[in-house]
């Protein structure tokens, strides 16, 4: 299908939202990346301090590749083009967990578009599977990139309700405060290619490696 740089239509926003929703069978609920770790060794205390965590992930680490990754995948020219981007997908993920955390919502959520919109994805990490779903579909990338990374600060403000623990109110807050740092990020990105993914989030990535032996645990990383 042709690359989509309109307008939305309602039938597409409401198929991102399915997408992007915290029912759609990916296992988003299971994953912290890593901030479990944070919050038993107390960086992440507060809502203020899971809103400053949280706004550098997305503004210097992993929701920012997300993104390059997605509108690659997007625009890739070929099925051996999306599998060498999957492939540096996998290649940049600083820890084992956090490549589990790629890998294995990246093939639920194929096997399910799959299943239900027909589109015969292969197994790919989770950024490149949506940007090749969206593509296929139809559907236009600038929305696509931003509900994908405001599903990601969603699932992230999640777990912190759980783990600081942050009242729903708190939480919420906190995650409407992203909104400027989602915007900002989902522009830059969109118009970035693969020569600029990198990441300056080393305590998350520290973090994410230390969560593999916590002693004691309720997510997957």
Do not use: K
């Not at 949506?130 to 579909?137: D, P």
């Amino acid at each position: 299908m042709r690359m989509r740089t309109d307008s939305p239509s309602p039938d597409d926003l409401l198929t991102l939202a399915q997408w992007f929703s915290a029912s759609f069978p990916v296992g988003a609920f299971s994953y912290s990346h890593g901030l479990e770790f944070a919050v038993q060794t107390g960086h992440v205390c507060d809502a203020n301090s899971f809103a400053d965590w949280l706004t550098q992930v997305i503004r210097d680490g992993s929701g920012r590749n997300d993104l390059i990754l997605l509108a690659a995948a997007y625009r890739a020219a070929s099925p051996s083009d999306l599998a060498e981007i999957d492939s540096l997908a996998r290649a940049l993920a600083p820890s084992s967990e956090r490549l589990l955390e790629a890998e294995q919502q990246g093939a639920a959520f194929a096997q399910t578009v799959t299943e239900i919109w027909g589109l015969a994805l292969p197994d790919m990490a989770y950024p490149v599977a949506a940007g090749a779903a969206a593509h296929a579909r139809g559907l236009s990338l600038d929305p696509t990139a931003r509900m994908y990374l405001q599903a990601f600060a969603s699932n992230l403000t999640s777990a912190a309700i759980r783990l600081v623990p942050l009242g729903q109110t708190d939480g919420q807050r906190a995650l409407a405060t992203l909104v400027p740092a989602i915007n900002a990020t989902a522009t830059e990105a969109l118009d970035q290619t693969l020569d600029d993914l990198g990441s300056a989030t080393f305590l998350v990535d520290i973090a994410s490696m230390r969560h593999e032996t916590q002693y004691s645990r309720m997510f997957r990383s």
